[in-house]
């Protein structure tokens, strides 16, 4: 027997091992609350291609794979979606209404009722391809063909929701004039099943592209939304003031005037606003391509992912047929600044930032490190680049400390700060932690770039060469690299910037050497104390 169909059967018999001890558990509670015990379910086969439901009569396998959603009222309600009350029955009973059967831990590719809606991740137009199908509604159970859950890690708040019964696990959502108010056309690297495999490209057309489908009660749901809006930030305010940001009445624009007490228009400055295009992004993996993009197999993904999330999704080792998977991270925001037709242009000069999220710092202004000022400086350079008729773009992904979470980032920061903070120590304290300096594998990074259809970076605001490395390897050219000048850099965060340079990240000017890195030294809780 090969190795991996012996690790699959040690799998699967571990499998049928917690289903057999929580039959056991149903029946010793049908014992206590005097209730008759439901006949046992049969334990599934130890093939993967055998069916978990095989042995069962007809009827009783529709039951138990389909559940009956749509009897489950909200609480305190009879039918519709109208605001929760008080509950007239019990948890256990609405546990019972909502999931009335066992509980199936996993499916298998040849179990009875179960045939995926055909997806072919690359194919040539959207009825080749097909649509993504992730959804456990009744409408959708048996066609899945997407692992995972809509909407990331937001999925645990809708499950919340209809726990407490304030959403209708039938709700079926409504998307008349959702529609891109922005066009995004399909690009040639949208039928590439190697240029973008962690996210769907059609996954703002889902509306138009499979009506047909949705209208014949398909659980289909968009992965992305586009949208146009304003940015306001104080940086932008005080560039504007000083003129080093022009504001041109049509990108840049004078904010509306602030209102007085009585009403009236007040003559304070209150600086401007700028206009951009933006998609916010939720990824959708095709599997052979992102185990291809990192150099490994299929199969050792798939494991990977199972032990990892504590065995979430059974699914990944025991339905090799389904190919995509939603995971519970990942997600990103696109804004474009300028016209998006000049994306896939190559006589406009394009400018780009690939910016990884940091709350402390983007939204609460921390000053040990400098992604807000690096942030603010390449929206800034996006507009110049428009306004000298050129177009912008900033992707934020989130990457919270450097895909370490922030939790693990604020340990790190309590090492530094009490065992000195200096650059030499800047790598070393997060590994001491962490057992790696830095987790963002930016191998899935470019897709975003060939979805909106970019083949060629003019000019790259960006110090990472991993960042770099990962774009010119899928096949788009930088021209030049731009890093934050030296009055951007707050005092704190000098150790963040001489570590990185000495690390071997891009300068146009300071060089660093590991013997400079003891002199850079953060400054001590205490000088901020008062």
């Not at 005097?34 to 130890?46: A, C, H, I, L």
């Not at 790598?427 to 979805?451: C, N, Y």
């Amino acid at each position: 027997m090969p190795a991996s169909d012996a690790v699959l059967t040690q799998i699967l018999a571990q499998l049928e091992a917690m289903q057999v001890s929580q039959q056991a558990m149903q029946a010793k509670l049908d014992a206590l609350t005097g209730k008759p015990s439901s006949p046992p379910v049969e334990s599934p086969p130890t093939s993967p291609a055998s069916a978990h439901f095989a042995n069962k009569p007809e009827e009783q396998a529709e039951k138990e794979l389909v559940s009956p959603l749509d009897k489950v009222p909200l609480a305190g309600t009879s039918s519709g979606p109208s605001p929760p009350q008080k509950s007239m029955l019990s948890d256990k009973e609405r546990e019972k209404l909502l999931y009335p059967g066992r509980v199936n831990l996993t499916t298998y590719p040849d179990q009875h009722g179960i045939k995926p809606y055909p997806l072919r991740w690359g194919a040539a137009t959207p009825e080749e391809r097909g649509p993504v199908v992730c959804s456990r509604l009744s409408s959708s159970l048996k066609q899945r063909n997407a692992l995972g859950a809509h909407s990331g890690s937001y999925s645990i708040y809708r499950a919340l929701s209809i726990a407490m019964g304030s959403l209708s696990p039938t709700h079926k959502p409504d998307y008349t004039m959702t529609e891109p108010p922005v066009n995004f056309p399909p690009q040639p690297s949208w039928f590439d099943p190697k240029k973008i495999v962690s996210f769907d490209p059609w996954g703002h057309l889902v509306q138009t592209v499979f009506k047909k489908q949705m209208d014949s009660e398909l659980d289909i749901r968009p992965s992305i939304a586009v949208t146009k809006a304003h940015l306001k930030m104080s940086e932008l305010d005080e560039a504007a003031r000083k003129g080093t940001l022009a504001v041109d009445g049509e990108l840049v624009m004078r904010s509306r005037p602030l209102k007085n007490e009585d009403g009236t228009d007040s003559t304070e400055d209150n600086g401007v606003e700028v206009t951009v295009s933006k998609a916010a992004v939720e990824p959708v993996w095709y599997l052979p391509g992102v185990a291809e993009r990192f150099g490994i197999s299929e199969g050792l993904l798939r494991r990977a992912l199972f032990e990892d999330t504590g065995g979430m999704y059974p699914e990944l080792v025991t339905r090799p047929d389904i190919k995509v998977f939603l995971p519970p991270i990942g997600n990103l925001t696109v804004y474009i600044f300028g016209n998006p037709e000049y994306l896939s242009d190559e006589s406009k000069v394009l400018t780009l930032r690939v910016h990884d999220e940091c709350n402390g710092s983007d939204v609460f202004g921390s000053d040990i490190c400098t992604c807000k000022p690096y942030l603010v400086y390449a929206i800034e350079e996006c507009i110049r680049g428009v306004q000298a008729g050129g177009v912008g773009v900033v992707v934020y992904f989130r990457k919270e400390g450097r895909a370490l979470g922030e939790v693990t980032k604020y340990l790190v920061y309590n090492l530094r700060k009490r065992g000195g903070d200096s650059a030499d120590r800047y790598f070393k304290s997060t590994e001491m932690i962490a057992g790696v300096k830095d987790m963002r594998f930016q191998a899935l990074m470019p897709d975003v770039l060939h979805w909106l259809g970019i083949k060629k970076i003019d000019r790259m605001v960006s110090m990472s060469d991993m960042k770099y490395d990962a774009i010119v390897k899928s096949g788009i050219p930088i021209l030049t690299r731009y890093d934050i000048p030296d009055h951007l850099i707050p005092p704190d965060s000098r150790v963040e910037i001489d570590a990185k340079i000495a690390a071997g990240y891009f300068s146009s000017g300071k060089k660093v050497t590991e013997a400079d890195l003891v002199k850079t030294v953060g400054r001590a809780w205490e000088e901020t104390e008062h």
